[in-house]
């Protein structure tokens, strides 16, 4: 009996213990192109961690007020791997592409 809870035992573990692979949907919301110098920045830095839909689902009258105050917490909070000089390249391109300044 001890010899099959010990085969049972470690079954289960070699099946817990096995690879598992997902394959995730290919993103359909890109960052919206831009000559700003914060679209190749959101690029390298915000795209590590998220996409586009991000920026598209925030409310449409948003100002610089509240893109810095999202930046800074992405930075502050998540760790996002901006610098102090990043943060208002980023925020104007966000402020200008996806805020109530959007040209």
């Known amino acids: 009996m001890k010899k099959m809870i010990l085969l049972f035992s470690l079954f289960v573990i070699t099946s ?5 692979t997902i394959e995730l949907p290919s993103d359909t919301v890109l960052w919206r192109p831009s000559d700003l110098p914060g ?3 959101t690029l390298q830095k915000c795209s590590t961690c ?3 839909h991000y920026a598209e689902y925030q ?7 509240y893109w810095n105050a999202q930046v ?3 930075k502050n909070v998540f760790k996002a791997p901006i610098t102090d000089e990043e943060v208002p390249v980023i925020v104007d391109y966000l402020n200008k592409t996806y805020g ?4």
């Open 16 to 20: 817990i213990a096995q690879a598992k």
């Open 39 to 41: 679209y190749e920045l």
């Open 50 to 52: 998220h996409s586009a």
């Open 59 to 65: 409310p449409p009258n948003t100002g610089v007020g």
């Open 72 to 74: 800074l917490r992405m």
């Open 100 to 103: 109530a300044n959007r040209k």
